[in-house]
């Protein structure tokens, strides 16, 4: 067996970057810094928020968006979840944010538990788990609203979905989880990080 070669110093500090994980931040998306919920209330913040726990998957064959009983929906626990975080925001000095939220009713259910105010369904927050040929314009229409949305503005909550989130993030996103954005006059706010689920 021959010798082992030895490493360059430049192949050892590659090593050494990979093993601390360093280089990590080089590939899009993945997991952003968890950011204490106070930073949504500086101007132009936006919370890409994913609905609360609704266990399963998808919807069942045949739902109707305004039907909540053809729908997968919040359990108690997701209820829960979403109560306690709508406290954590009031607690964190989160007020008159604008709340928008998919058609989904275990969207409109988490945004009304989180008990900021009013609610507003928006179309571009839907679905469009099994329907990829809805994804681009949806995500497009999403794009222009967040265009539309002033750069110094209060607040603004949207309460979705995974693939959603997932179309700005490029990461997964645990139930009652989401990312905070920095608007900045286009549809691709800078993600600032995400928040925590307790």
């Not at 050494?16 to 950011?35: E, F, M, S």
């Amino acid at each position: 067996m021959p010798p082992a070669m030895p490493l360059s110093r430049t192949r050892r500090s590659l090593c050494a970057l990979l093993a601390g994980g360093l280089l990590a931040g080089a590939a899009p998306g993945g997991a952003a810094a968890a950011l204490p919920l106070t930073e949504l209330a500086k101007p132009g913040r936006v919370l890409m928020l994913r609905h609360a726990l609704a266990p399963g998957n998808g919807d069942p064959p045949g739902f109707v968006a305004g039907d909540c009983a053809t729908q997968r929906n919040l359990d108690a626990t997701g209820r829960a979840q979403a109560r306690a975080l709508g406290g954590r925001l009031r607690a964190a000095g989160i007020a008159g944010a604008q709340v928008y939220s998919s058609e989904w009713c275990r969207c409109l259910e988490t945004a009304r538990l989180l008990g900021l105010g009013p609610v507003t369904p928006l179309p571009a927050l839907n679905s469009f788990y099994g329907q990829a040929q809805a994804r681009e314009r949806i995500i497009g229409e999403l794009r222009a609203f967040l265009a539309r949305l002033p750069v110094d503005g209060p607040p603004v909550i949207l309460v979705t979905h995974q693939l959603t989130i997932n179309a700005f993030t490029d990461a997964g996103t645990p139930s009652g989880g989401g990312s905070i954005f920095q608007l900045d006059g286009s549809g691709t706010p800078r993600r600032l990080g995400d928040i925590a689920v307790d």
